[in-house]
């Protein structure tokens, strides 16, 4: 009876302690508070650009926007937010705030994960804008290939979080569940595909468009969530641009006419299929704008001329194509 005492006694402290440093590691890594709500923990350490939104003072009077896209829109890689804050500026007699999610790499999976986090909170307008980052996921065996994009590592793990984002006062079973997945993979030494550069034996089986119903999938399900809390979303196609005789080599020896060198085609995959890809995701895009009735769409894809001067790779725009992009999509807000 007392061995049990002294086990159970043991059992509490050792989670106590284990709960105190696991939060500890995130204060240091996120900086926030010691206490902070699981929920808040698990989405800030896979999405620490949502700190911003929940750490904004939300106004009456003012006109906030949501951008859930890739890094197209992302300050890193353009000028997006600023021509079309300077944009509304103009056009508002009200002050205007940009919550700016767009992070490289991500995919319509993340901005899904970032929209149900934020359904309790209240947009005028959220901007939808994807159909590249996607690609990268066909580039895999079509065996290995799972809907939720789980034969990524990253999305292995960040599909799991749903199970604990919900407890309220512990983070340690997630932690060790981390932990546990990572140690279980490297003994197993299971294949993903990584989330930078495709593997080189895989780029073939990018031929073969997987993504187009997970696309659709985390498109309607944004959609939904939009018709549940009854916000305007600005739906648009990715625009992009191959230029002419690209080759990997013409690219890094600036032999292209884009107007700089960001990304080359190789990080989604083989040239020829990702345009295939992005031109079945702008589709599916259109079919789900009709299907919802979504009455702000713009079709960037067929809008935005083909020009080097415009794009600096096949995605991220020049200063020239973030003012000419945005003026496209001005008349839809108001």
Same mark, same amino acid.
């Given at each position: 009876?007392?061995?049990?005492?002294?086990?159970?006694? +043991?059992?509490?402290?050792?989670? #106590?302690?284990?709960?105190?440093?696991?939060?500890?590691? +995130?204060?240091?890594?996120?900086?926030?508070?010691?206490?902070?709500? =699981?929920?808040?923990?698990?989405?800030?350490?896979?999405?620490?650009? &949502?700190?911003?939104?929940?750490? =904004?003072?939300? =106004?009456?009077?003012?006109?906030?926007?949501?951008?859930?896209?890739?890094?197209?829109?992302?300050?890193?890689?353009?000028?997006?937010?600023?021509?079309? +804050?300077?944009? &509304?500026?103009?056009?508002?007699?009200?002050?205007?705030?940009? #919550?700016?999610?767009?992070?490289?790499?991500?995919?319509? $999976? *993340?901005?899904? #994960?970032?929209?149900? @986090?934020?359904?309790?909170?209240? +947009?005028?307008?959220?901007?939808?804008?994807?159909?590249?980052?996607?690609?990268?996921?066909?580039?895999?065996? *079509?065996?290995?290939?799972?809907?939720?994009?789980?034969?990524?590592?990253?999305?292995?793990?960040?599909?799991?979080?749903?199970?604990?984002?919900?407890?309220?006062?512990? !983070?340690?079973?997630?932690?060790?569940? %981390?932990?546990?997945?990572?140690?279980?993979?490297?003994?197993? $030494?299971?294949? @993903?595909?990584?989330?930078?550069?495709?593997?080189?034996?895989?780029? *073939?089986?990018?031929?073969?468009?997987?993504?187009?119903?997970?696309?659709?999938?985390? &498109?309607?399900?944004?959609?939904?969530?939009?018709?549940?809390?009854?916000?305007? %979303?600005? &739906?648009?196609?990715?625009?992009?641009?191959?230029?002419?005789?690209?080759?990997?080599?013409?690219?890094?020896?600036? /032999?292209?006419?884009?107007?700089?060198?960001?990304?080359?085609?190789?990080?989604? /995959?083989?040239?020829?299929?990702?345009?295939?890809?992005?031109?079945?995701?702008?589709?599916?895009? $259109?079919?789900?704008?009709?299907?919802?009735? %979504?009455?702000?769409? %713009?079709?960037?894809?067929?809008?935005?001329?083909?020009?080097?001067? @415009? @794009?600096?790779? !096949?995605?991220?725009?020049? *200063?020239?194509?973030?003012?000419?992009?945005?003026?496209?999509?001005?008349?839809?807000?108001?």
């Amino acid at each position: 009876m007392r061995i049990t005492l002294y086990f159970i006694i +043991f059992l509490i402290c050792a989670i #106590f302690f284990s709960e105190i440093i696991f939060r500890a590691f +995130f204060v240091f890594r996120l900086e926030t508070p010691l206490f902070l709500s =699981s929920k808040k923990i698990i989405n800030y350490f896979y999405y620490p650009e &949502l700190k911003k939104v929940d750490s =904004s003072r939300w =106004s009456d009077g003012t006109f906030k926007i949501l951008i859930l896209s890739e890094s197209t829109f992302n300050n890193d890689w353009g000028t997006m937010e600023a021509h079309l +804050f300077e944009n &509304l500026s103009q056009k508002m007699n009200k002050p205007i705030k940009i #919550f700016n999610l767009a992070q490289s790499s991500q995919t319509s $999976r *993340d901005s899904y #994960f970032k929209y149900e @986090y934020l359904r309790k909170k209240h +947009f005028d307008q959220v901007i939808f804008y994807h159909g590249l980052n996607d690609a990268r996921a066909n580039n895999c065996l *079509d065996e290995m290939f799972k809907k939720d994009y789980s034969h990524y590592a990253y999305y292995r793990l960040i599909n799991r979080k749903t199970r604990y984002e919900n407890i309220p006062f512990f !983070i340690t079973p997630f932690v060790l569940d %981390v932990i546990f997945q990572q140690i279980k993979d490297r003994l197993c $030494r299971t294949l @993903y595909v990584p989330k930078e550069f495709p593997r080189k034996e895989w780029m *073939d089986y990018g031929g073969k468009i997987k993504t187009r119903e997970p696309f659709k999938e985390n &498109l309607s399900k944004i959609l939904e969530i939009a018709k549940a809390k009854n916000e305007s %979303v600005l &739906l648009m196609t990715c625009a992009y641009y191959i230029s002419e005789g690209y080759s990997l080599e013409k690219f890094k020896t600036r /032999g292209l006419d884009y107007k700089a060198t960001r990304c080359p085609l190789e990080i989604w /995959g083989n040239p020829e299929n990702i345009e295939k890809t992005i031109l079945a995701h702008n589709q599916v895009t $259109r079919e789900l704008a009709l299907e919802y009735r %979504v009455s702000k769409f %713009v079709d960037q894809e067929k809008l935005m001329p083909k020009i080097g001067k @415009y @794009y600096n790779d !096949i995605c991220h725009l020049s *200063d020239e194509g973030c003012e000419l992009f945005i003026e496209r999509l001005m008349d839809k807000i108001q």
